[in-house]
Nanobody, 116 residues
C-alpha cells in the first residue's frame, strides 16, 4: 500500500534551518507530483511547495518563496524540503502528500517549531 513517512522536524531558533524528508513507497514515485503542506494550530492546512515527477516544475507558497526549496530523489523515492531563514510563523506540523492514480495520500506529519 501507499506509505509516506516524514522525518526531520524539530525545534529551531529563528533564522535557522531544517531539512524535512518524506520517504515514499507503494507507488511509482517518479510518475507523480509530490507536495508539502503545513498546518498550524487553529489554521487550515496550506500548500507549502510542490514538485513534478521530473523536478522540472516547482511551485511555492508566497510565504515561503525564497526561503524554502523542494527537491526529490526518484532513485531513493524521497522528497525533501529545505527550510532556511525560519520564522516563528513557520511553526506547524508539516505533511507530505502524494497525488496518485489511486487517490490522495498523506503522511503522519512532522512537527516544526521555530522559537528562541
Amino acid at each position: 500500500q501507499v506509505r509516506l513517512v516524514e522525518s526531520g522536524g524539530g525545534l529551531v531558533q529563528p533564522g535557522g534551518s531544517l531539512e524535512l524528508s518524506c520517504a515514499a513507497s507503494g507507488f511509482i514515485f517518479s510518475s507523480y507530483s509530490m507536495y508539502w503542506y503545513r498546518q498550524a494550530p487553529g489554521l487550515e492546512r496550506e500548500l507549502v511547495a510542490s514538485i513534478d515527477g521530473t523536478s522540472r516544475r516547482k511551485t511555492y507558497g508566497d510565504s515561503v518563496k525564497g526561503r524554502f526549496t523542494i527537491s526529490r530523489d526518484n532513485t531513493k523515492k524521497v522528497v525533501s524540503l529545505r527550510m532556511d531563514g525560519l520564522k516563528p510563523e513557520d511553526t506547524a506540523v508539516y505533511y507530505c502528500r502524494a497525488s496518485t492514480n489511486r487517490g490522495l495520500f498523506w503522511g503522519q506529519g512532522t512537527q516544526v517549531t521555530v522559537s528562541s
